[in-house]
Nanobody, 118 residues
Framework: VQLQASGGGLVRAGGSLRLSCAAP????????MSWYRQAPGKPRELVAQ???????NYADPVKDRVTISLDNAKNTVDLQMNSLKPEDTGVYYC?????????????WGQGTLVTVSS
């Protein structure tokens, strides 16, 4: 498994969680790294992305509540989530993606479950 997600759990509304995606440094360095989530019965959606160049993008529902960052010492992509809401519940997946020379690299981690109780 090249992308290993961890950090999910059960938290009350208003609480915080920090998710981590461990991956080989070469994957983190050469790909746009993202966190997606999938709520029951809903399609997978982007939560946050950090590009190869270090730019970050956030989905509107989580903007101002989450921060995506790289920990180069640990080779992880972290997602700090604050002020969690019940609608943040879902399985969170780490993704590495890039397009180089016409070839798409697209890898998913196994997911980590986040449950936010009201």
């Amino acid at each position: 498994v090249q992308l290993q997600a961890s950090g999910g759990g059960l938290v009350r509304a208003g609480g915080s969680l920090r998710l981590s995606c461990a991956a080989p440094a070469i994957i983190i360095r050469n790909n746009n790294m993202s966190w997606y989530r999938q709520a029951p019965g809903k399609p997978r959606e982007l939560v946050a992305q950090i590009t190869i160049g270090g730019n970050t993008n956030y989905a509107d529902p989580v903007k101002d509540r989450v921060t995506i960052s790289l920990d180069n010492a640990k080779n992880t992509v972290d997602l700090q989530m604050n002020s969690l809401k019940p609608e943040d519940t879902g399985v969170y997946y780490c993704n590495a993606r890039s397009l180089s020379g016409g070839a798409l690299y697209n890898r998913w981690g196994q997911g980590t479950l986040v449950t936010v109780s009201s």
